[in-house]
């Protein structure tokens, strides 16, 4: 996987659109920053309440910021969650910072409106301090052991299950099946679902990823199914859901700490999980030299994360500033 | 007629290919000079000796360069004209300055390699006196009467034949047909004519543009405009190929100065015309206040350009400076 193909198929899928092309083109290359990262066509949710979505002509994860093309022709349109659409990620973007460029005829004019927006971009990422575009890395779940967490408002994908496990210590080479069991939390699965109709089943993940439910469309299988998942299995989960990936194939995002509610799934008839934290501790496999901890992130009696160092922890810090959320100092801590 | 909708349509013709559009795109944008003019899919000639041709990925007219973009899938082809390709202008791109860029995967190494070009066009574009990239200009026969000459090497094209007239001071508002004679040239008719197969019409225009030949299918109307041609037309052209523009539609391209040659006519039993200059004198309109010529070149006893300033005579002997033509200078040059 190399950012070039990643990014010459962000510039070609403005193709069929030749005002978009020339204005994505224009902000890529003069931009001129490979340690960014650019997706086209993103799907955000618009309104949660209203469950609307639109497509972003332009999503820059790493500041959380949208561009979009008005072109004379067509205004992005609001649209309902279809089942296509259920197939990709999509990005919470009600906080999005949005810069919006209309399209005219006019060359100078095109240039200096999208020039404005390059300033601005540049500025954005000037000023905080973004995590680098490395594609490598970004599949590697090493990386989200070595850091100490896992955190879903950043969209962290991998490309195989078995990956999605090893960010919690399970140290496999091979895996099949959806899953596995966590091999440090007796309380916790890790499990990567599908969010859109596949082989009689029909889960759904909701606009603000709150919740989700498990549901088989066999009203028998359905049952039994919920029985014992509310009985016998783990009533916890790191869900990762199966989505289409910008490089073709699929891959799988990590959406974050889930737990059954009996009594809501008892109501709806289908297994239902609310969500308990957005971020989660990783692990190091037991053959692997642990790094020192130098501090716990707790929310609810629950230790969200973990952090190798101080500085991780205060970006962690600055990031949920407003998040009820203790901190257990170590005694390495300096 | 906008640069924005012709360079937008540029970009776009690249959209199948994406490596061909990463590297057009951004060497559009780094460039970055709405002075320049940029054509993209160019058919040019390759070599006039075996008559074949190719599609140029981008080519500059202003400085007479070639980008080529090597993908790993497919070297450009040489091909032999079709009569799809006829439809088109097709560039003499034989003394063509040729940069080539090979596709590779790595985003940081495709950027360095394309900046090289960059850099070497922008050199080029601050060597040369190049003239401006001005739409409206480009298209309007004043610019050639004000200037005092057309240029068969220039590409000059023009939306109507009355614009074709009125480089030679015709004063046309308004004109049907595909040509008129000469206002001030007895020997000279204006003629625009197509270099593709129409309505039983076969006419060709040589590889090198060095004659051309205008044939119709049924033998009996050909012998017949022949035999007009040869004995009572005009026997000198103003020649305007009728061809595909870049900004839809049609548009006439000046060729040169054209004269029949009766010899061959009779051996290929087809007009066949040889050109005997690729420059010819613009003229102003009677009703028109004609500048004040400064100087005259002549070659074979004929005038093919006038010139109303020394610098444009500077420019125009630089770049004839290995053809047998004589300079005469009017009373008024200092």
Not at 101 to 120: C, P, S
Not at 184 to 213: C, G, V
Not at 284 to 293: L, T
């Amino acid at each position: 996987m190399k950012k070039y193909n990643f990014i010459k198929k962000q510039l070609s899928k403005t193709n069929k659109k030749n005002d978009e092309n020339y204005v994505v083109s224009r902000i890529w290359h003069l931009l001129n920053n490979s340690d960014v990262k650019m997706i086209t066509q993103q799907y955000i949710v618009r309104d949660v309440a209203t469950k609307t979505y639109a497509l972003a002509d332009i999503y820059f994860p790493q500041i959380n910021t949208i561009v979009e093309i008005d072109e004379p022709y067509h205004l992005s349109d609001e649209m309902v969650l279809s089942d296509t659409m259920r197939q990709h990620d999509i990005v919470q973007a009600i906080e999005c910072e949005v810069f919006r460029i209309k399209v005219t005829n006019d060359l100078q004019e095109m240039n200096e409106k999208i020039d404005e927006i390059v300033l601005a971009l540049r500025q954005q990422f000037d000023r905080i301090d973004y995590q680098v575009w490395d594609v490598e890395q970004e599949y590697n779940p090493m990386t989200y052991v070595q850091r100490g967490y896992l955190d879903a408002t950043e969209h962290v994908a991998f490309k195989t299950v078995k990956d999605c496990c090893n960010c919690f210590g399970a140290g496999y080479k091979g895996l099949q099946g959806s899953g596995a069991k966590h091999k440090f939390q007796d309380a916790i699965d890790i499990k990567a679902l599908k969010f859109y109709p596949n082989a009689n089943w029909d889960n759904e993940l909701s606009a603000n990823e709150q919740y989700f439910t498990e549901y088989h469309t066999d009203a028998e299988v359905n049952a039994s199914y919920m029985k014992k998942r509310l009985d016998e299995l783990r009533q916890e989960l790191a869900l990762f859901a199966h989505v289409r990936s910008e490089f073709g194939g699929f891959e799988y995002v990590f959406k974050g700490w889930y737990k059954v509610n009996p009594k809501r799934s008892l109501e709806l008839g289908k297994v239902c999980y609310d969500r308990i934290s957005t971020t989660m501790p990783t692990y190091f496999a037991s053959d692997q030299v642990a790094y020192v901890k130098v501090a716990k992130a707790i929310e609810n009696n629950r230790e969200i994360a973990f952090f190798y160092d101080k500085e991780e922890l205060e970006r962690f810090q600055e990031r949920y500033k407003d998040a009820d959320i203790t901190y257990e100092l170590m005694s390495n801590y300096s």
